[in-house]
């Protein structure tokens, strides 16, 4: 039976770890750390997400600011709001909730943001610096991933690294992230997605195994070896039908997988926590490295 890598109780110690940080900077009489999240629109996935976030925030002792549009919100509009945030000599981050609704260009919305205030880690600034391992901010999902890796000593130099789905700020980054030099990294990497033939054939050799393509229970036991560790990315999704307006699932059949694997996150309370708890990290990372605050 696998081990599990418990995001739940790693991302409370990451948190605990900023609010000592925190807790210095207040009694040297400078101001908390300030983490603004725009959401446009209000889905019940982006709104959850949203609000863990401010809770998160409270957690920490950041303060936390949350902006909201309606979904006929103008491009413009948005565009002048993340102008004045760029500008905000009292914000040291703040993120875009995705997605965002079609009359948005998604990717003139990512590169309005200053990268030294984008803690989402999705500015192309910021992704070329984390494939050049010039790191500033790790996107925040790639970022948990790593860090459970790390506090969980899982080794990683030369092990088969599987990861499914090649999203622009999971899988992809992911796939740099796991190559690289530095711990945990030095893997093997295979990055598969819609188009691979036969995944099995690639899963079924893999030490490890990151799922991140959004397909609910995808990785069965018989496509990983014994042995293998498993990370379940998950997806949330939007459901205007269920109770909480989205459901959360694991792209990973946990009994079938946690039955032959070596270790396995659980969804919820795998990566999830760990995104959250990141985005935290990288919001200390802004206020340290800000040129706005004295
Ligand atoms: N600019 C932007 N940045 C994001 O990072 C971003 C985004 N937009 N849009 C939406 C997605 C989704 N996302 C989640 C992160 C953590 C949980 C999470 O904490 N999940 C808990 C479950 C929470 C529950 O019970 O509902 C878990 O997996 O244990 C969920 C979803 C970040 N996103």
Redesign the pocket.
């Known amino acids: 039976m696998a081990e599990i890598l418990d ?2 109780k790693v991302s409370k110690e990451i948190k605990a770890e900023i609010k000592v940080e925190v807790d210095k900077i207040l009694e040297s009489k400078r101001r908390a750390p300030h983490l603004v999240a725009i959401l446009v629109g209000n889905n019940g ?2 709104k ?2 949203v609000n ?1 976030k401010v809770k998160d925030c409270e957690e920490v002792g950041f303060q936390s600011s949350l902006i909201k549009f309606p979904s006929t919100v103008s491009e413009s509009e948005l565009l002048e709001k993340i102008d004045e945030l760029n500008k905000s000599k009292a914000v040291d981050g703040f ?5 965002l609704p079609d009359q948005i260009d998604q990717e003139k919305i990512i590169n309005a943001i200053d990268p030294r205030k984008d803690v ?1 880690g ?1 500015h192309p600034e910021n992704f070329g610096k984390m494939a050049l391992e010039m790191d500033t901010f790790l996107p ?2 790639p970022f948990g991933i790593l860090t459970l890796l790390e506090r969980y000593n899982i080794e990683t130099k030369g092990k088969d690294c599987v990861i499914i789905g090649r999203s622009k ?1 999971v899988g992809r980054p992911m796939s740099i992230l796991m190559g690289r030099k530095d711990f945990p990294g030095n893997s093997t990497v295979t990055l598969t997605h819609s188009y691979t033939k036969d995944i099995e054939e690639y899963t079924r050799k893999a030490d490890i195994v990151i799922t991140a393509l959004g397909d609910p229970h995808f990785l069965k036991g018989d496509m990983i070896k014994e042995g293998a560790v498993i990370i379940d990315v ?1 997806i ?1 999704r939007v459901d205007n039908d269920s109770p ?1 307006g ?1 459901y ?1 699932a694991g792209d990973v059949d946990f009994d079938s997988c946690a039955a032959k694997a070596g270790w396995i996150t659980p ?7 760990m ?2 708890a990141m ?1 935290m990290k990288n919001t200390i990372i802004a206020y340290k490295t800000s040129v706005y605050n004295d």
């Open positions: 995001g739940l996935a982006s959850a997400y863990s993120i875009v909730q995705l997605p989402d999705f925040a999902t700020i998950g949330t909480k989205y959360l969804v919820p309370g795998g990566v999830g926590p995104t959250r985005l």
